[in-house]
């Protein structure tokens, strides 16, 4: 399967076709504001020594969500996003697609944004989800 890469307005379009929102941020950046109704699963740690990846991230994805789940996964930019993404389908998800773009909006190494993020499109946001964060998705 190829990774497909979707704008913020295509992700929120799939959104209301039946497709959940996987936000691979940190629970810090998700907890901050995430898309309304994602869930949070790190595909990293923010530590000292920079970003380390989440050992345990495809068998806590495989928890919550059935292999056939329709899943659009998301990030801060865009990176992350798509790695998860491809780790995914390495993994046997079937329905899986990367908002590029991420929350904030890609940049270039000069900070200017290239891709107009979920946020910035003025996209449904919120600061809670019930039963969504990392720590209750952990608990299921």
Known sequence: MTLKRITPEEANQLLG????????????EWAAGHPRGAFNIPVSFAGAGGMTPNAAFVSEVEK??????KLVIGCKA???????????????FS????????YDGARDSFGRVTDVGWVEKGLPTEKET???SYAELKQR
């Not at 919550?64 to 789940?69: H, L």
């Not at 990176?79 to 046997?92: E, F, P």
Request: glycine share 14%; no cysteine.
């Open 17 to 28: 076709e039946g497709y959940q929102y996987l936000d691979v941020r940190t629970e810090a």
């Open 64 to 69: 919550v969500f059935p292999k056939n789940a």
């Open 78 to 92: 865009g990176g992350r996003s798509m790695k998860a993404a491809n780790l995914l389908i390495a993994a046997g």
């Open 95 to 102: 329905d899986v697609v990367d908002q590029r773009a991420g």
């Open 130 to 132: 019930a039963g969504a």
